[in-house]
């Protein structure tokens, strides 16, 4: 049924799914090697049965739990009021040329200054506890999400809001038919950047200066040397991370081939 | 009733077009006074930078600011109008939507039924003869099937009137052929006022009943030349003595504007 076969690869063994799994194994069997080898100071790379031993103990901790809660609060929060802001913004930046052609340079500007550096004023602000944590998540999750929309909304066609024209759309019909399916792609990938700089900026202001949280968590084991525990945190980090954009993904996207037309957007009535 | 049934479909009087750019006033369109009856096919040709596709949509309302009127049934239009669908050159089915629809978004607009709007749907991709293609996607179809997609929609909204700007610009030649006959067959089954923009002779002969000739810059309406092949007509007829003639009857009076554009093109850019 696929629209593109590729033609030769079928029968091949080395199929992209198993070259994936085969590059884990290798790189897992690299770093078992070089912790036996004796070359590093003991602990600096703790062989995978012992990460997988401190994942299996920090899953029967109640603690863990308190601080995992923690930060995922603390990322749910700052996703949602940064994609939130950031999409007001950036459709307020397409749609205007004016206000775009101000306030544009100011955001790309500032997208890739390390929002960590605000941590101090939001820490004064906000206090040493989550509201300072979710302010600069928010913040990191803002500017993808801007820039994005913003992009994205110049980038609607032309001739397709020509079309809009000719059946007479009307306004809230052009944005409900036209802007808003035409939006998806650039939406998705804002969402799925802003996760991640959000999900940064909560760790790493826990890591610096917090009472609880993943990071917070990590930077103790850190500081106390477990580096098999520090990973098996990072390691859950990076599974809720990818849990994330997994759902992104699946959900926020345009139905295309593959999908046979069965699924249809809430505003396609 | 009688005088509703006289009167043209489409009338254009004096329809003239000025843009003011910031480095003056560019006349597009000179004054164009035009009648097309019901059912008929016309091919409007020229350079490129004759004002063919300005003349277009003023017609077709996107241009809204213009000097004259224009009547469709003998009642005064400006701006978009149902009864004036338009095809663009440009790729213009919408990725995120199935051919079929495609086919229903300005029924759906519109506020008609889902039964009936995707009853109409059907009928209107067997006649551009996509049949069994209605769950597809545009980005699984050929340039010419979504050519085709972008007809059946316009169709859907039953205009008097159907414009079409270049809507074969950016096919193959065989394609185009082949399509040309597919709305050359769907004009006639449908007795559908037809105007088309091109710059493609043999196929504004194989198409027209009239073909309008523009000068280059301003724009105005040089020469009518009557199509007088007889129907059904197809791509066959290409090789024929009178398509021949007809041809070189266009190309004769099209060479001169175009060799002026090619001009003015070269001493812009020179």
């Keep these: 049924m696929a629209a593109v076969e590729y033609i030769g690869r079928k029968t091949a063994f080395w199929t992209v799914g198993r070259l994936r799994i085969a590059g884990v194994i290798a790189a897992l069997a690299v770093w078992e090697l070089a912790g036996l080898s004796g070359l590093f100071f003991n602990d600096v790379l703790p062989s995978a049965f012992r990460i997988l031993r401190a994942m299996g103990q920090l899953l029967v901790s109640r603690e863990f739990y308190e601080h995992l809660g923690v930060t995922v609060f603390e990322v749910l929060t700052s996703f949602v009021l940064g994609a939130v802001t950031g999409t007001a913004a950036g459709l307020a930046l397409g749609i205007s040329r004016r206000a775009g052609d101000i306030f544009e340079p100011f955001i790309h500007y500032l997208a890739p200054t390390p929002k960590i550096v605000f941590l101090p004023i939001l820490l004064v602000l906000f206090g040493v506890g989550m509201g300072s944590k979710i302010a600069l998540g928010s913040i990191s999750c803002f500017f993808p999400m801007a820039l994005n929309i913003a992009a994205g909304v110049r980038e609607v066609s032309p001739t397709l809001l020509r079309v809009g024209r000719t059946f007479s759309l009307t306004r809230s019909q052009t944005i409900r038919m036209i802007y808003l399916p035409a939006l998806i792609p650039a939406v998705a990938t804002g969402l799925r950047i802003g996760l991640a700089v959000s999900i940064v900026g909560c760790l790493l202001s826990e890591y610096k200066l917090a009472r609880a949280g993943m990071g917070f968590l990590a930077g103790q084991y850190g500081d106390k040397f477990a580096i098999a525990h520090m990973l098996a945190v990072l390691i859950f980090i990076f599974i809720l991370a990818s849990l994330g954009n997994a759902v992104i993904a699946r959900f926020v996207r345009l139905p295309g081939p593959g999908d046979r037309g069965s699924v249809r957007l809430a505003f396609d009535k | ?270």
């Design chain 2, 1 to 270: 009733m009688a005088d509703v049934k006289q009167a043209p479909v489409l009338r254009l009087k004096d329809v003239a077009k000025t843009f003011v750019t910031p480095h003056g006033n560019v006349r597009a369109v000179e004054p164009v006074t035009l009648d097309i009856r019901q059912g008929e096919f016309i091919s409007i040709i020229g350079p490129s930078g004759c004002g063919k596709s300005t003349l277009m949509n003023i017609v077709g309302g996107l241009i809204e600011d213009y000097e004259g009127s224009v009547e469709v049934d003998g009642i005064q239009v400006r701006g978009c109008h149902k009864e004036v669908g338009m095809v663009f050159q440009e790729e213009s089915a919408f990725p995120w939507r199935t051919a079929l629809n495609n086919v229903t978004f300005p029924m759906e607009a519109a506020g008609i039924t889902k039964e009936e709007r995707v009853q109409r749907a059907m009928e209107l991709l067997h006649l551009v003869g996509l049949d069994g293609f209605e769950n597809r996607f545009p980005a699984e179809l050929s340039g010419g099937m979504r050519q085709r997609i972008a007809i059946a929609r316009t169709l859907a909204f039953r205009p008097r009137i159907l414009l079409m700007d270049e809507p074969f610009a950016a096919l193959d030649e065989q394609t185009r052929l082949l399509l040309g006959d597919k709305v050359l067959q769907i004009q006639q089954e449908l007795n559908q006022t037809t105007m088309l923009i091109t710059h493609n002779i043999a196929e504004a002969v194989q198409l027209s009943d009239r073909v309008l000739i523009m000068s280059f810059r301003p724009g105005r309406i040089k020469r009518v030349v009557e199509i007088d092949l007889p129907h059904p007509r197809s791509s066959k007829m290409m090789g024929g003595e009178r398509f021949g003639q007809l041809v070189a009857a266009i190309w004769e009076d099209l060479r001169e504007e175009a060799s002026k554009g090619l001009q003015e093109l070269e001493r812009v850019r020179g």
